[in-house]
């Protein structure tokens, strides 16, 4: 499966779209759920995932090691994510479980819910611990790759990360 899936990054590398669709799709759901969390409405996170998406299409080429493709489009979308918060207009507004139609569904593992309490812990967190916190638990990362995503020393990670578990659990108690 390993080697399949670098064969088609190397050949969207070379340009072949089709290949590039098959990564991404590999990918789609967790890229959707960490906007989601991140952002806060299904929305935002579609926009955010699809400004990404094209982002690394345009620059694949560039992408040094096919084995870092997850964590390079994690990077691209953490990186956009960021961006839309900044925007004034852009307000950080949980989603609520109404949001989700089926349309969101395929998205989303059984064990999905997000409870208001979950909603107003992650909501207290800032930017960093929460993006962190997300790549963990969503995206899987390892303390050493999400360092490299944020760029940030791994210690740090491990540190905020484990700061911030701290406090959800004191805040979800």
Known sequence: M????????????????????AVYSFYASDL???ALYYLGNSADAEDSVQEAVLIAFRSIAKLKKPSSFKSWM???LSNVCK?????????????????????????????????????????????????IVLLS??????SNEIAEILDMKSGTVRSKLSRSLDKLRDILQ
């Open 32 to 34: 959707y759920r960490f």
């Open 2 to 21: 390993k080697n399949d899936l670098h064969k088609l990054i190397r050949d969207a590398q070379s340009g072949n779209s089709k290949a590039f669709a």
């Open 137 to 142: 638990v969503i995206g899987r990362y390892k």
């Open 83 to 131: 961006a839309r918060l900044k925007n004034p207009a852009d307000k950080l507004c949980l989603v609520t479980l109404d949001e989700i139609n089926e349309s969101d569904a395929e998205y989303y593992t059984e064990d999905f819910t997000l409870s208001s309490d979950l909603k107003a812990a992650l909501d207290s967190l800032d930017a960093d611990e929460r993006q």
């Open 74 to 76: 994690f990077k691209i």
